[in-house]
């Protein structure tokens, strides 16, 4: 029942900004942790940011300086704002967040990612 679904993601010129978006819906209690991974073809999916539920971050050191992680609790989405983007950013990037359920313990879910491409 709980999907997270991101956007935002296209393509844009080395340089250039992008912010991801990615919204929770369906039944939850509470969203915890959440954060952006990002995997590129042939390569493993690595942590790019993430945000805990009192609003603590940590960036990976190829973004950090150049990327903001944020969110918005009232409309449940959590955003990444990306400036001075490189070509090596390029991949698609997946939202994560530990979600209470009213079923159970909190699980971490996926959503399906959206693409960026960062090319001239």
């Known amino acids: 029942q709980v999907q997270l679904v991101e956007s935002g993601g296209g393509l844009v010129q080395p340089g250039g900004s992008l912010r991801l978006s990615c919204a929770a819906s369906?039944?939850?209690?509470?969203?915890?942790?959440m954060g952006w991974y990002r995997q590129a073809p042939g390569k493993q999916r690595e942590l790019v940011a993430t945000i805990t539920g009192g609003g603590g971050t940590n960036y990976a050191d190829s973004v950090k300086g150049r990327s903001t992680i944020s969110r918005d609790n009232a409309k449940k989405t959590v955003y990444l704002q990306m400036n001075s983007l490189k070509p090596e950013d390029t991949a698609v990037y997946y939202c994560?967040?530990?979600?209470?359920?009213?079923?159970?313990?909190?699980?971490?879910?996926w959503g399906q990612g959206t693409q960026v491409t960062v090319s001239s």
């Open positions: 369906g039944n939850m209690l509470i969203i915890n942790d």
């Open positions: 994560k967040a530990n979600i209470k359920g009213y079923w159970g313990r909190a699980l971490d879910y």
